[in-house]
Every structure is written in structure tokens, then in C-alpha cells.
């Protein structure tokens, strides 16, 4: 019956500091649309961002930042990750370590977002 995620919601306490983690330490590319809304763009995927006070309508019952828990894949060797998760000075919270993926075996690291959600960088092992 489902055949993929179109987008997830991230809510964020902080918008400034959330763009600018998801930019320039993943890489991700902001858009915007329709009447002041905002997405995280990578790939064929987004996130569409919740910042304070942002009224969505219809939305999670008790939308909360940093209750994600988000595993990404690498488009890069995760060492090569790694290097860029130290050069822009992101603490690595654990990993590299082997996990189990949803379609494969994973190597991965993990990091926090300014939100506390936590974020898990992985490559095929």
C-alpha cells in the first residue's frame, strides 16, 4: 500500500541555526514556497520546515523539536563524511560502527542537529 515517504516535517526552535546546519553541514538546499513556507531540499527528498509560531493547519498532535531520530545515506565514502562532519566542527556522538539498514548492511556515524535530533550519516558496508 505505501511505496515511499514524499516528505517528513521537521520542527525546529531555532530556524536560522536549523538552515544553517542542514546547508552547510549536509549539504541540503533550501526552498521556498507557497505562502512563506520553507523545505529542505537533497536528492528526491525534502523536508518541509516548522520554525516557532509557523501555523501548518493540520499537523502532528505535539510537533516538538528534537524528537527525530533520521538515518541518511552518504552520497560520499563515510570517511570523506567524517572529515567534513570534523572540518566544520560537529561532534560525532558515536561511530564509525556497523548497523543494519533498511535494504543493506550500513557503516555510520551520528551527530545532533541545533534541535537534539539525531542524525545518523551511513554507506553501504
Do not use: W
Request: aromatic share 8%.
Amino acid at each position: 500500500m505505501i511505496a515511499g515517504i514524499d516528505h517528513i516535517v521537521l520542527t525546529t526552535r531555532d530556524l536560522d541555526r536549523c538552515l544553517d546546519f542542514y546547508t552547510r553541514v549536509l549539504g541540503m538546499r533550501v526552498e521556498r514556497y507557497g505562502e512563506g513556507r520553507i523545505a529542505l531540499a537533497f536528492g528526491n527528498h525534502k523536508f518541509n520546515v516548522h520554525p516557532p509560531g509557523f501555523d501548518a493547519g493540520i499537523k502532528a498532535r505535539t510537533p516538538t523539536p528534537g524528537s527525530l531520530d533520521l538515518c541518511f545515506l552518504a552520497d560520499r565514502p563515510l570517511d570523506e563524511v567524517v572529515a567534513h562532519l570534523k572540518a566544520q566542527k560537529v561532534e560525532i556522538e558515536e561511530g564509525p560502527i556497523a548497523r543494519t539498514g533498511a535494504r543493506f548492511p550500513i557503516r555510520s556515524v551520528y551527530v545532533r542537529d541545533p534541535d537534539g535530533n539525531l542524525i545518523e550519516i551511513s554507506e553501504k558496508a
